[in-house]
């Protein structure tokens, strides 16, 4: 392989841009060795073969030549809210791609965005940085240059690594940018604190009481004979889609729990027969599920209902230790919320059932939770959102099996909380799936069960102890003043919007004296804490993609109108939030 010297000569105009959009690239490049050496013979050039139409974010791995630009070029100028990341490992590869004939196309792209990697221990914060920065939920990662090609282990494990990221901040990203649609859920399981009791302050009443935490998988049908005998030997969980199935197959678990906040929870458990089961909840759970349960409902206090959850506790009193420490960003499921649980409940041993986390047989759940649940692999195989992307992993007994990227998420989850709460034994009896790390295997009829107990009468016992001591009227009062702080909001969002239109006839800088008082006194408000900055900070990221400048080079005068269709964009979103917001409180609370 031949190098040669050369000396870097840039155009000055590359360079302006450099310093402008990547003022650290550009600091690094000046001080670079104007020698380095280059590789002339890197093949760096290739086709990209995989379907785009669907894609909002494509990563590109190795800058090369930058041959990818004639490629993607039309790609972007389709759509322009969608984004090309290139990651680059090596400043000798970016400095010889900037003396190549595309740098100035790539570099002055608005749609392009250049991200260097130049200490690879870093590469999980780093690749974390890239999914909040372009959290969308349809991603592509692809090799170009020869380093990520060659070293195919390393490239696998980097993707993998990005789509886990960029699920979990795309999930924080929608929920906090529909914040207004979410609370439509959180609003009445708001009025319906008052009648719960506190699942939270069940902690350590169950000490060293066998709990089963059981999951929807295809693998849960192995173990309902067995389950079916420990009605007084175990405390049996069941969330979401597997009190269902575990009540069609006549097992009723002795506590359920719910936190799914769509439309399809309700339609799994409205053919539930655990009519009576105390039913756990978070705020965010679809309230329409309560319909399909008539016995006691528990609040559980999950850190999962954002800004306005936290301060309605706060405002009622309601203690906001977490329900067990252990878990991190990825832990998204019912089944890690169960776990919870039971840890803080005392319980010892606990054991997992039907917690595949694969297409155990093809199989997506358990016999019971959906009319059909075979997987057509083919048609999964086409799937874009990062969450559902196919992965291969060996299942317990070494085979390889399709799961699913939320599942190997899942397990690392359960893996980490179980090694960090070594206290109390966690078993796998999962007859197959992808199973846990460092997590033993048992078969459930192997495990003792030496003791009985009046489960179901304790648990009664237990919840007459952990009733609320607010009323309704309380909720009502508390809800009644961040309604009041809306009102004040909607008066400064008005006049910021007269603001703008006047501006506009005068095609200046938008951000005038009045704009910026005005949006001060919004933010001092509580309902701007509570309800509004949530999604106004996620919206200042999609309105800027939307509205960004066609050219790097754009005039003064387009610049300011860029800045005023994002203005008026940002608050006609919040005139619409706060308006939607009064309409839902009035409709819900009269004092």
């Known amino acids: 392989m031949e190098y040669r010297r050369r000396s870097m000569q840039l155009a000055d105009s590359l360079l302006e841009i450099l310093e402008q959009r990547y003022p650290e690239l550009f600091f690094l490049i000046r001080f670079a060795d104007q020698g380095i050496a280059v590789d002339e013979t890197r093949a760096t050039s290739g086709k990209i073969s995989v379907d785009l139409s669907e894609i909002e974010a494509l990563y590109i791995c190795g800058i090369g030549h930058g041959t990818f630009y004639p490629v993607l070029e039309s790609w972007l100028a389709e759509n322009r809210e969608r984004e090309l990341v290139i990651i680059e490992d090596s400043l000798s590869h970016l400095i010889n791609f900037l003396q190549g004939e595309n740098a100035y196309a790539i570099i002055s792209h608005p749609q392009i965005h250049i991200r260097l990697l130049l200490d690879k221990k870093r590469l999980p914060d780093f690749l974390r940085e890239c999914a909040y920065d372009f959290p969308l939920e349809k991603i592509e990662i692809i090799p170009w240059g020869e380093e990520f090609k060659q070293n195919k282990k390393h490239f696998s494990s980097l993707r993998l690594q990005l789509l886990r990221f960029t699920v979990v901040a795309y999930a924080e990203h929608i929920e906090d940018l529909h914040y207004h649609l979410f609370f439509k859920n ?92 105390p039913f756990l909840y978070g705020n965010r759970l679809y309230p329409d599920v309560f319909t399909t349960c008539n016995g006691p409902h528990g609040y559980l206090h999950t850190q999962t209902g954002g800004a306005s959850e936290a301060w309605i506790e706060h405002e009622l009193h309601i203690p906001q230790k977490p329900l067990y420490e252990g878990f991190d960003t990825e832990a998204m499921s019912i089944t890690t919320i169960c776990l919870q649980l039971a840890y803080a409940m005392g319980c010892n041993p606990v054991i997992l059932v039907g917690v595949d986390l694969a297409f155990t047989g093809n199989q997506s759940y358990a016999p019971g939770v959906l009319a059909e649940a075979r997987v057509f692999t083919d048609v999964h195989k086409k799937e874009m959102r990062s969450s559902e992307r196919i992965v291969k992993r060996k299942d317990r007994k070494g085979r390889f099996v399709n799961t699913l990227v939320k599942w190997v998420m899942e397990s690392a989850s359960i893996g980490k909380f179980a090694k960090k709460n070594n206290g109390t034994t966690l078993i796998n009896a999962t007859s197959g799936g992808i199973g846990v790390k460092d997590i033993p295997y048992q078969p459930l009829e192997e495990i003792p069960f030496p003791s009985s107990f009046d489960l179901r009468g304790l648990i009664h016992q237990e919840i007459e102890s952990t009733k609320f001591s607010f009323t309704d009227q309380d909720v009502k009062y508390v809800l009644q003043k961040i309604r009041l702080s809306l009102k004040k909001c909607l008066h400064f969002i008005s006049e910021i919007l007269v603001e703008l239109a006047r501006i506009e006839k005068e095609k200046r800088d938008p951000e005038t004296g009045k704009i910026i008082f005005y949006q001060m006194e919004i933010e001092s408000e509580e309902a701007y804490t509570c309800l509004l900055e949530q999604p106004l900070s996620r919206l200042k990221g999609t309105l800027l993609r939307k509205h960004r400048p066609t050219s790097w080079n754009a005039t003064p005068e387009e610049k300011n109108q860029v800045k005023w269709d994002y203005f008026q964009s940002k608050w006609a979103m919040a005139d619409h939030m706060v308006t939607y917001y009064l309409d839902l409180i009035d409709k819900s609370i009269t004092i």
């Open 186 to 277: 959180l609003l009445p399981n708001y009025m319906r604190l008052s009648s719960a009791f506190f699942g939270n302050q069940l902690t350590k009443r169950f000490t060293n009481i066998p709990a089963i935490i059981c999951g929807a998988g295809p693998s849960l049908s192995d173990s309902i004979a067995e389950l079916k005998k420990l009605e007084n030997k175990a405390l049996i969980f069941a969330g979401g889609s597997t009190i269902t199935a575990l009540t069609k197959q006549g097992i009723i678990p002795h506590l359920a729990l719910a936190i799914d906040p769509n439309l399809e929870e309700f339609f799994r458990l409205k053919h539930s027969l655990a009519f009576e089961v």
